[in-house]
């Protein structure tokens, strides 16, 4: 496309020569704004009729040889096929970008079947988890959280709970002892209890998780080491009703809501009356094809009210106090609710059993 | 304790079927471990008559029966036994019947002969273990009616009343409201008065609490008749002869233990009950050899032991064929002495167990009444004049136990009207002395042991009312306010860190073995040892957390893991020297393999600076940002690749490589594997400083890299903490993104590259305050270390 050049003589051009010469720029520009096929030629059009030097300011410099009543309506034209222009250049410009754009974006495809970038994956161990999940549980009963050593001694761990010197618990066969000393592992997490007691005057609402310890020969539901929560409430009208209560609630906010719970009398040296505590719960049986459906009622912890042997060691007044204590095994619970079928997995520490669970 | 409900429904004066006795059971605190129905609850196995018994037309080894089985007509049933004969009675499965082992019967055509049932073998319907034919049944069994019902009963230690068919019926009576009753049993007697056959001399009047005895001559002693076999069999005991299973029967049906004694072998005919003496030795029925301790309490005769008392009658004074003359002992025991003595021993039998949890001193002469008679009937003789009764009556007072019905309402949170509580009680067999408004003043019977207390009542209330009975409602917890443990926070903030990180948490046994711990030098002076380890895996408390997880790495890698990341916060244990243990909280990381790595990017192996990352990470997360590093000496690490965390001379954490040694030892070969190890305690203690805010730059900063060279010996460290010195007021941190060794560089140079940030709080930096502060950067490096400036 040539580009006129306008000659710049200054012997007088007259206006309506200089206003036919701006609308053939503008008719020209316009033209070449059409024509332009990309985002970079609207670019050069731009260049070629809106720079400085371009054939419009041409135009301007002649009207100084104009006289004054000429020269305004020059300029207007000027600046009309100037706007013109710049309005029709913007308007391609954004029509070919937009295309230009989605061509390049339709370019751009990849394989979204292909893996996506692993992130390292952390898991909490199951055991922690239901830790954590029952002391959520009754936190918001109103208990809060008490610990204590594994390592314990005699009185903490058998005397204060009413278990007496000769009790089959106390016996080199089920409890750990330490050499050389008349230490031994806790065998339940209760002395947590009685230590508590013995910290602070009553009333008091707490769980105690942690490790507990049993001579006991390892298979699938036994372990030499597993987890306990008990839980210890003492007020001044506690009632059996009250554990009854609390246990259920508690079994529905962790098992489900509708789960019927049944207490059954039971004994143990720290509580009485004292109850082991059933759920029921639906037990699917797999005998080569056959799958058959029932409902077996599950043991899942004991309680009872604290006999007031308990409160005596521990400088509580039994007529003033009462309260009810439970226990239950949280690798049981966790074996319930997650359907696994042996105890040693929680400390195999396999990593695809952790991952699976966590 | 096996049950038969045949045998139960003897004692009980009301009718009570299988469902309903293991729902009984269940609500009075009997728990029932496992129920067999033979018969009872379903209908389907029942006592047949054998009419006749021929030869299979078609089969040698096969009968063929008639059985009355009640119905209308006999059945046909093929057997393949030998034992049985025409006129027995037999327990006959019909078809529909599911046998213990799960079997279901259905009618069948064995070799053309139409089955219609199948006569029962003790091990097809789990009555013992006797596989020698078909269960012949005692004649006086009833043709047509169902068989028995099996339940396996676990009766708790409190309740050794409930340790017998009748005490379990009168338990069981209780719950309904109804009492049983025992008929005391007579016994013919002759002319000649017992105290002129038998003396007995009680020495230790606080161990043998009583001491009841008879005497009967001219007993025959030989097989039991059938009914006596199968009660015994039953509740899993076996027949031995008529004499002895007198007294297990007698033992099973009421709960007191009884020992025959041929009396012919009692040295002049003298019973003497005393403590062993020093070095004195006894063998048991069962032939074992036991070394006495002088707190055993035995019962002599003029010379020697013949019975370790309440436990095991001795071998010299055995009942057998031969036996003419049979001394009955029924006596009671103090239960802390028998249970030393069978612990000490090793011993648990029917007798002990009944002993040591509390027998019942009423019932032992009313036992040794129901044996002689029994006695009598199976072995016949003469009963000698009298009953030898020592101590009949003890003369401690017992005084009633008050039970206040508020204390009832109170404790139990139920309204139980005072007629329901005074039913109860009666019911329970306890004695109501004196009613009061609002209180009762109760004693207990004999046999109840475990009721000496208001509780104990209360408890008894509990269970009889019914436990389903009193109403659930939740309670006003209130608590005096406490502080959660000391390092709960800690722990949760570090196990999330390490979550987030990609580890996974593992959770291990307190104690390890000594053997693994001393082949990795692992084994602390001194180690803290379980003195009755079950065995040599757990027989040491871990003096570290690090030691179990190395195990669960060696795991996971000998199941074909690459890439193990665990973490455990868990206590680790030492000896303090005074004789108590020290238990510290422990967060200890194992690493190994890489992290990352995908189809498009590599994976980046774990080295020492991952775990540094974490060593740095754990103590950011629980609120520490101030530290210094410090080479480690401590021989489980990589002696160049471990450093520790430290604040002033105390160690927050240290981390490093491991030592291939230490791996070696813990069967880790071949890996590098990284640790990260600190004490939750002193980390928790630390963080309570809580972060300041620190206004967020208003201004733009300005970034400025540069690439310092120096000798390989200078530590990055070193040359970050001079820039950070001499960086000035505008210096705001700088963070080493590259080191290059190699090409256009001299041996033994490396070149570090630092960002360097800057800025001020109140204006935009000009370019030559930042040049001046570089220049000075730049002049301190070439100073302290002989850095220069890469070009």
Redesign the interface.
């Known amino acids: 496309m040539a580009v006129r050049r306008t000659q710049s003589s200054g012997n007088g051009e007259p206006p309506g020569d200089l206003l036919t010469q701006l609308d053939s720029i503008r008719s020209e520009a316009l033209a070449a704004v059409e024509a332009a096929g990309s985002v970079s030629a609207c670019d050069e059009v731009r260049i070629r009729y809106l720079a400085k030097k371009g054939p419009i300011q041409d135009v301007m410099k002649l009207m100084g040889k104009l006289g004054s009543d000429e020269r305004p309506a020059v300029g207007e034209r000027a600046n009309a096929v100037r706007d013109a222009i710049t309005e029709a250049l913007a308007a391609r410009r954004a029509t070919l970008a937009k295309s230009e754009r989605a061509a390049r974006l339709e370019a751009e495809f990849i394989d979204i079947t292909l893996p996506g970038t692993p992130r390292p994956l952390g898991s909490i161990h199951p055991i922690t988890r239901t830790i954590q999940e029952v002391s959520h549980i009754f936190r918001g009963l109103g208990f809060s959280v008490a610990e204590g050593p594994e390592v314990e001694d005699d009185w903490h761990n058998f005397e204060a709970l009413n278990i007496p010197a000769d009790h089959p618990a106390r016996d080199m066969h089920d409890t750990l002892y330490l050499a050389g000393s008349p230490l031994l592992l806790r065998t339940h997490t209760s002395p947590v209890q009685i230590r508590a007691m013995m910290s602070q005057p009553p009333p008091l609402a707490i769980i105690c998780p942690g490790k507990t310890y049993r001579r006991d020969q390892i298979d699938a539901t036994h372990s030499a080491m597993f987890h306990q929560i008990e839980g210890l409430l003492v007020g001044k009208d506690v009632a059996f009703s009250h554990l009854m209560g609390v246990i259920e609630e508690f079994i529905h906010a962790f098992f489900g809501p509708d789960i019927p719970v049944r207490f059954r009398p039971s004994f143990f040296p720290f509580t009485e009356p004292s109850a082991e505590v059933d759920m029921l719960r639906r037990v699917v049986k797999r005998e080569g094809d056959r799958v058959s459906e029932s409902e077996a009622w599950t043991e899942i912890m004991g309680c009872g009210m604290v006999d007031p042997e308990v409160f005596k060691a521990v400088g509580y007044d039994p007529e003033v106090w009462t309260g009810f204590a439970f226990g239950m095994g949280v690798e049981r619970l966790a074996m319930i609710r997650s359907g696994i079928t042996d105890i040693r997995l929680f400390f195999e520490n396999d990593i695809r059993f952790l991952s699976q669970l966590g | 304790m096996r049950v038969s409900l045949r045998w139960l429904r003897q004692h009980l004066n009301f009718k009570i079927e299988p469902d309903a006795l293991v729902d009984c059971l269940?609500?009075?605190?009997m728990?029932v471990e496992e129920t067999f129905d033979l018969g009872m609850k379903s209908g389907l196995l029942v006592v047949g008559h054998l009419q006749s018994v021929e030869k299979h037309p078609k089969a040698d080894k096969l009968t063929v029966c008639q059985v009355d089985t009640g119905g209308e007509r006999p059945l046909t049933i093929v057997c393949g036994a030998a034992n049985h004969r025409a006129g027995d009675k037999v327990p006959v499965a019909l078809p529909g019947m599911t046998l213990p082992n799960g079997l279901t019967l259905r009618r069948t055509e064995i070799r053309g002969v139409a089955s219609e049932g199948m006569l029962c073998s003790p091990t097809e319907i789990a009555w013992s273990q006797d596989d020698s034919g078909i269960l012949i049944l005692p004649p006086e069994f009833k043709t047509g009616e169902p068989f028995d019902f099996l339940a396996e009963v676990s009766i708790?230690?409190?309740?050794p009343d409930c340790m017998s068919i009748f005490g379990l019926a009168r338990d069981i009576a209780a719950a309904h409201r109804k009492k049983i009753y025992l008929h005391a049993p007579r016994v013919q007697e002759q002319l000649e008065h017992i105290e002129q056959l038998l003396h007995v001399s009680v020495k230790e009047r606080q161990l043998c609490t009583r001491y009841c005895a008879r005497l009967i001559r001219n007993v025959k002693v030989g097989p039991s008749p059938l009914w006596m076999v199968r009660a015994l069999e039953s509740a899993g005991l076996r027949s031995i002869n008529n004499v002895v299973d007198v007294t297990n029967f007698v033992l099973l049906e009421l709960g007191h233990p009884l020992h025959a004694f041929d009396a012919e072998m009692i040295a002049d005919r003298q019973i003497t009950v005393r403590c062993a003496q020093p070095g004195e030795e006894m063998k048991t029925l069962d032939d074992t050899k036991v070394s006495l301790h002088p707190d055993d309490l035995l019962i002599c005769d003029s010379r020697r032991p013949i019975a370790l008392a309440g436990i095991m009658g001795g071998a010299n004074s055995e009942v057998t064929e031969t036996t003419n003359v049979v001394a009955l002992e029924s006596a009671h025991f103090d239960p802390?002495c028998i249970?030393?003595a069978a612990?000490r021993h090793g011993f648990s039998t029917d007798s002990s167990q009944r002993f040591e949890r509390g027998a019942d001193r009423d019932m032992a002469p009313v036992a040794l009444n129901r044996a002689t008679q029994l006695i009598r009937e199976l072995a016949g003789g003469e009963v000698a004049k009298g009953v030898i009764d020592v101590q009949p009556t003890i003369t401690e007072t017992k005084t009633p136990v008050q039970l206040r019905l508020a204390r009832v309402r109170?404790?139990?949170?139920?309204e139980i009207a005072q007629t329901e509580i005074a039913d109860i009680l009666v019911h329970l067999g306890c004695e109501i002395v004196r009613a009061e408004r609002e209180q009762f003043f109760v004693n207990p019977p004999s046999y109840r042991v475990d009721l000496g207390?208001e509780?104990?009542l209360?408890?008894e209330i509990?269970?009889l009312h019914g436990?389903?009975k009193?109403?659930?409602?939740?309670?006003?917890?209130?608590?005096?306010p406490?502080r959660?443990?000391a390092n709960?926070l800690a722990v949760e903030r570090l196990?999330e860190a390490?979550?987030?990180?990609?580890?996974?948490?593992?959770?291990?046994?307190?104690?390890v073995s000594s053997d693994t711990l001393r082949k990795a030098g692992l084994l602390p002076v001194p180690p803290?040892?379980?003195?009755?380890?079950?065995n040599r895996e757990?027989d040491t408390?871990r003096p570290s957390v690090l030691v179990s997880l190395l195990a669960?790495a060696a795991?996971?890698l000998r199941?074909g893991?690459r890439d193990?990341?665990?973490f455990e916060i868990?206590?680790a244990?030492a000896a303090d020297g005074a004789?108590?243990?020290r238990?510290s909280l422990e967060a200890a990381v194992v690493l190994t393999g890489s992290?990352?790595?995908?189809?498009?990017?590599p994976a980046h192996p774990i080295d020492f600076y991952t775990a540094k990352g974490l060593a740095e990470r754990a103590l950011t997360t629980v609120g520490i940002t101030q530290w210094q590093i410090a080479p480690l000496t401590d021989p489980r690490y990589h002696p160049k690749r471990a450093a520790a965390l430290m604040q002033g001379s105390a160690e927050l954490v240290r981390f490093g490589e491991l030592h291939p040694g230490l791996l070696e030892s813990l069967d880790i070969e071949d890996v590098r594997v990284c640790a990260v190890e600190m004490a939750v305690a002193p980390l928790s203690e630390r963080a309570r400083a809580r972060r300041r805010f620190m206004e967020i730059p208003r201004f733009p900063r300005v970034e400025r890299d540069i690439a310092l060279v120096a000798d390989e010996a200078v530590p990055a460290g070193d040359l970050q903490a001079t820039i950070e010195k001499a960086g000035g007021e505008l210096f705001e941190r700088a963070r080493l993104f590259d080191l290059y060794r190699g090409e256009n560089l001299p041996a033994g140079k490396r070149s570090l590259a630092f960002a360097l940030t800057f800025g001020a709080a109140d204006r935009t930096l000009r370019d030559d305050e930042v040049q001046t502060a570089i220049e000075a950067i730049l002049h301190a490096v070439a100073e302290a270390h002989g850095a220069t400036l890469r070009s």
């Open positions: 269940m609500r009075i605190g728990e708790t230690s409190n309740r802390t249970r030393r612990s109170r404790l139990l949170g139920a207390r509780a104990d209360i408890e509990a269970r436990y389903d009193i109403p659930r409602s939740l309670p006003a917890v209130v608590g005096q406490r959660g443990p709960a196990r390490f979550v987030a990180e990609g580890l996974h948490e593992a959770v291990n046994f307190g104690f803290v040892s379980v003195r009755n380890p079950l757990y408390l669960n795991h996971n199941h893991a193990i990341r665990l868990g206590n244990f004789g108590a243990v238990e992290l990352g790595g995908s189809w498009d990017r």
